[in-house]
């Protein structure tokens, strides 16, 4: 018996020994998990942080490598704390909290975002949509109040900052003002809890927000439920190509893009005319076909090897072949840059330009003149940023004032500056109160140089709206808005609007046609047009020309548009085109602006007799049915799209295995704005 109870009492011992062993084993394992996890967490913010140390100039060849590297290991990071979620949210072993979960995927968008600004892909920049409206959805920041921690609290108002950039880029409204209502919330509990030292900052954040998205929503006319009407603001991806004989094909690589009207709303570093002109030099994000995006995703779920795939020419997938086809030109925003800076990255875009490839300089400035210099290219020209530049914006008051003969500004950009850069061809827009200064640069090296500038002086009807964005980027950004703007139209019925596009859709296929065809249009402007934006940028010139040249109220010379080299008279005085002017001033009813030819009136008269005899018509067949299918709008934009998967969890903070699924590309580029505020510091890469 006694022998019984030692083998058992020996049995016990031996499991318990085991059941410790395997105790202690789990123990180990969950410890070496636990510091694999700590490992690629600070080897992630190691390499995140060093992105910020990267040049913002310079080749791809340069950056993407690092940009890779840490996409690649943030992947790393997302897929282990997935795996071993339960593990790692164990207090016994480390803890993990929401708010981190959201902090890593909050950083996976900025690495889409950052990656955007450096690509000029706005894939990318959907893709920053998509992982910041998970975030948003699985309320990973929920509980951040409850910590009563205002460094955490300060996480969550820079996420939604940067929410919201991402969402006016795609022109998201719903979404921003959204957000702006909860960011308002978030920083009124924020001044409440904390009493913080930069609460006024904040405030002036979101105020910065709301006047940027109301002044933007001012220019847009309302339908008859009264909501904006659908805006096209960036280029569609099935347009034809054009091909010249005898002319090699040129195509925009480079562009800079500069703010420097101090009145002028602004956001983050950027004004509304570098925000118009910015999705002007883009195509709307590619969607893959269902099937197509099916297949890509069964292939890897490996976020970095998207990157790398995008880093060169891929062969056998033609989905991706036509995205890299569709490229965007590389950009540099520059707001408020100083002299030195921005022939820094003009000398950058310019070296990076390479044979059959253009470069385009956008410039957004106060102007400055010099009447007395006899020195020719340095007349005048735009102005850049100084330490003094609130006290002097020009330099023809100082003059007057003192009777003498002054020096040009050494901070202003002056067209001889420029000359050097004219070895390669540049495509100049110049919006300034002495944009004519660049009229006559002249071409040395006989390559293509065209440069368009904005009028010097509005009506005062229009120069009340110049805080809201100039009128002459308006054009060049869309037409239509253009034409509302000096037609007061603030109110236009979905059906006419419709109706207006396909109007502006026309003009500017005729006014391409005529200029490529015509033979004495200047070879180097046809070579220009071969590109697709630079295309859309001298039509919409002409378009703008024509518009402001019958409108009642613009008469003075000094009113309108001027290019270098100039265009043809005919095309402004085309009986075809204003003939569809008339047309389009009747569509709208607002004939009593423009003063056109009596041609163009008739015509228009009996345009709006066939539409409104259509309209009764689609009227009587609608009554005759019992259910109509709506209209489908022309301006319709899908907006799913993924190549690679990052699963999240799903709201539910319990959950430790969730398949919620939102979509991954590639990594971020350091913000190129010159001036540092509250703004552009939360923006940043932190």
């Known amino acids: 018996m006694a022998a019984v109870v030692a083998a058992a009492t020996a049995a016990a011992a031996a499991s318990t020994d085991a059941k410790n062993q395997e105790t202690d084993e789990d123990a180990i394992r969950n410890q070496k998990l636990v510091e694999e996890f700590q490992y690629l967490l600070e080897k992630s913010q190691s390499l995140f942080s060093g992105l910020r140390d990267l040049p913002p100039t310079g080749s791809h060849r340069q950056w993407r490598p690092y940009f890779e590297k840490t996409f690649e290991v943030y992947t790393k990071l997302w897929k282990f704390q997935q795996t071993h979620r339960s593990i ?12 981190e979960v959201g902090e890593i995927a909050s950083k996976i968008g900025q690495l889409y975002y950052h990656y955007y600004l450096r690509t000029s892909e706005t894939n990318y920049l959907h893709e920053a949509y998509v992982f910041y409206e998970a975030i948003h959805e699985r309320q990973y920041f929920k509980d951040i109040l409850e910590v009563k921690n205002s460094a955490l609290m300060i996480k969550k108002m820079r996420y939604y900052a940067r929410f919201i950039i991402v969402c006016l880029l795609l022109n998201k409204d719903e979404n921003v003002r959204q957000l702006i209502t909860e960011l308002e919330g978030l920083i009124e509990e924020y001044t409440k809890s904390f009493k913080p030292p930069d609460a006024k900052e904040w405030q002036m954040v979101l105020e910065e927000i709301s006047t940027f998205t109301e002044a933007e929503k001012k220019l847009v006319p309302i339908n008859l439920d009264r909501t904006p009407d659908k805006i096209e603001h960036r280029l569609a991806s099935n347009i034809a190509e054009r091909h010249i004989a005898g002319l090699p094909k040129l195509k925009l690589q480079e562009a800079i893009l500069v703010g420097n009207y101090q009145k002028q709303i602004k956001f983050s570093e950027l004004t509304l005319d570098m925000y118009r002109m910015l999705q002007s030099l883009e195509r709307e994000p590619f969607v893959l076909h269902p099937s197509v995006a099916a297949a890509t995703k069964n292939k890897s779920t490996e976020t970095s090897d998207k990157t790398k795939e995008a880093s060169k ?21 520059l707001y408020r840059p100083s002299l030195s800076q921005l022939l820094v990255y003009i000398s950058t875009a310019f070296k990076d330009t390479s044979d059959n ?38 330099a023809t008051t100082q003059h007057l004032a003192d009777h003498h003969v002054s020096p040009p500004s050494v901070h202003c950009l002056h067209p001889a500056d420029l000359v050097p850069f004219t070895r390669k061809p540049l495509f100049l827009i110049v919006d300034s109160d002495h944009s004519t200064e660049f009229k006559h640069m002249p071409n040395v090296f006989d390559q293509p140089v065209m440069c368009l500038m904005s009028p010097v002086e509005y009506p005062s009807s229009v120069q009340d709206k110049s805080e809201i964005g100039s009128l002459f980027t308006l054009f060049l950004h869309t037409p239509l808005l253009g034409f509302c703007s000096v037609s007061d139209i603030g109110n236009l019925d979905q059906q006419k609007w419709d109706e207006c596009v396909r109007k502006i859709g026309a003009m500017e296929k005729a006014i391409g046609d005529m200029l490529l065809t015509d033979p004495s249009v200047d070879q180097h402007v046809k070579r220009f047009m071969m590109d697709d934006f630079l295309y859309y940028f001298i039509v919409r010139f002409v378009l703008c020309g024509i518009f402001l040249r019958y409108h009642s109220s613009f008469k ?32 709208a009813d607002v004939g009593t602006y423009f003063s056109l030819p009596a041609y163009a009136t008739t015509s228009a008269a009996n345009s709006v007799i066939n539409m409104a005899s259509s309209s009764s018509s689609a009227v009587a067949a609608a009554s005759g049915s019992i259910g109509g299918a709506p209209t489908a709008n022309s301006a319709n934009t899908a907006s799913t799209t993924t190549t690679t998967a990052v699963t999240l969890p799903a709201a539910n903070s319990n959950s430790t295995n969730t398949t919620g699924t939102i979509a991954s590309s590639s990594p971020p580029p350091t913000q190129t704005s010159t001036t540092m505020s509250t703004t552009t510091a939360i923006m940043e890469m932190k």
């Open 88 to 99: 790692l949210e164990n207090k016994s072993n480390y803890g993990l909290k929401r708010w």
């Open 313 to 333: 020419d891929e062969q056998g997938n033609p989905a991706a072949e036509k995205m890299l086809k569709r490229s965007n030109p590389h950009k540099y925003l």
């Open 357 to 394: 490839s253009a470069l385009l300089l956008y410039l957004s400035a106060d102007g400055c003149a010099y009447p007395d210099q006899t020195v020719p290219g340095y007349g005048g020209g735009v102005m850049t940023s100084h330490r003094n530049n609130n006290k002097d914006t020009s």
């Open 556 to 587: 003075d010379d000094k009113s309108f548009p001027s290019s270098c080299p100039s265009l043809p008279e005919s095309v402004y005085v085309s009986t075809e085109i204003v003939t569809m002017l008339g047309d389009l001033t009747a569509i």
